[in-house]
């Protein structure tokens, strides 16, 4: 508990530092309050993850007078992530970074990752699918590709104040107590950094959104929960291949429906930003909030009232992955059920059939 107390404090410091001194007209600002996917009303910093990998950064080095190898260790895998880091906070200054290069960062840092650290993924429990994972290229290759998935995958969520944040937080609180239970230090000084990390830069996210994480953090949470979740399946035996299938798989599934959603449905191209997210579509028609006002306090409300109907949908896959970590195929029933329940909401919403208690209403001030 001394890793997650230490990161905790100093992400809270160092992110209070970036809110106090930030300035709102600089590079480092969101200015862009009309876009398909903005929803905050003045230019807020972009560089949250600064704190947060700060944080990290200083817990691992405070750990090495206690357990010096379970450091490098940790040092390592951050050390891994600074290209997937690096190259995000470099969007995030200059709003410039093509969409293929940030995904190549992504492939470079697994690929480290996968080299420094063993991280391959080496089953899936599946008939043949696993012969080919015994092949130490092909599971090096898949680890890689896992990870870029769900460093985009989590940075696609990143919409409303607090949701990538706090999902992303509930996964690592996950993959520790699965750690916990099956005796694995790296996995779990890994995910107790990284919740104390994200809890002092969500005191300043959520509910007002006086910081967001920008792509810079996005990817670094991304990276690390891939990383852990990959290191888990392939140190333990006893975790199930699929425990981290379901744990991720709401935003996993919400890129790999909005690709399809945007390619096949409306002949655009995947990298294209649009405005039908799940999230967006919760915001927009279920949070009846203070619809056509131009008052900040109200939409800032409305903003944050979003997150936790999204964190209620992670949760039917984050809980049931946490309580039956070891049992395949109760996880894949979980896992169609999230499916399931998923494209369920989303048609119900965009046909406007969205079950009246859903529907969040308040009165206009």
């Not at 008939?127 to 870029?148: E, H, K, N, R, S």
């Not at 709401?250 to 655009?268: A, D, H, N, Q």
Request: charged share 10%.
């Amino acid at each position: 508990m001394l890793n997650l107390t230490i990161s905790f404090i100093v992400s809270f410091l160092a992110t209070m530092l970036i809110v106090r001194f930030a300035n709102r007209n600089s590079a480092a600002a969101d200015h862009d309050l009309d876009g398909v996917q903005k929803f905050h009303v003045r230019p807020v910093p972009r560089v949250g993850g600064i704190g947060i990998v700060a944080a990290c950064c200083i817990a691992v080095a405070a750990l090495t007078s206690r357990d010096l190898p379970l450091a490098i260790n940790l040092g390592l895998l951050l050390a891994c992530s600074v290209v997937v880091f690096g190259i995000g906070l470099a969007e995030d200054f200059t709003k410039r970074i093509s969409p293929t290069v940030r995904l190549l960062c992504a492939l470079v840092g697994g690929a480290l990752a996968t080299l420094a650290l063993h991280a391959t993924v080496v089953r899936l429990d599946l008939p043949y699918v696993d012969d080919w994972l015994a092949i130490p290229l092909v599971a090096g290759v898949v680890a890689v590709l896992c990870v870029a998935a769900l460093v985009n995958a989590v940075n696609i969520i990143d919409g409303f104040n607090g949701l990538a944040s706090a999902a992303a937080m509930t996964m690592f609180a996950s993959l520790g107590y699965v750690a916990f239970k099956v005796g694995d230090p790296l996995v779990l000084g890994g995910a107790l950094i990284m919740i104390g990390a994200i809890l002092g830069f969500l005191v300043w996210n959520y509910p007002y959104g006086l910081i967001f994480l920008g792509d810079g953090g996005a990817y670094f949470l991304g990276f690390m929960l891939a990383e852990l979740g990959i290191l888990l399946v392939a140190r333990n035996p006893s975790v199930s291949a699929w425990y981290p299938a379901l744990l991720f798989i709401y935003p996993i599934f919400e890129t790999v429906f909005s690709i399809y959603r945007k390619k096949y449905l409306r002949g655009m191209s995947p990298s294209m930003p649009d405005g039908v997210h799940l999230h967006m579509l919760i915001y927009k028609r279920v949070i009846r909030w203070a619809i056509g006002t131009h008052n900040a306090r109200l939409l800032t409300q409305r903003n944050a009232v979003t997150s936790p109907y999204l964190w209620a949908l992670a949760l039917v896959a984050i809980v049931p992955a946490t309580v039956f970590w070891d049992r395949g195929a109760v996880l894949a029933v979980f896992l169609a059920l999230f499916v399931a329940v998923y494209t369920w909401l989303y048609t119900a919403i965009v046909r406007f059939r969205t079950p009246r208690w859903l529907v969040l209403h308040k009165a206009e001030e």
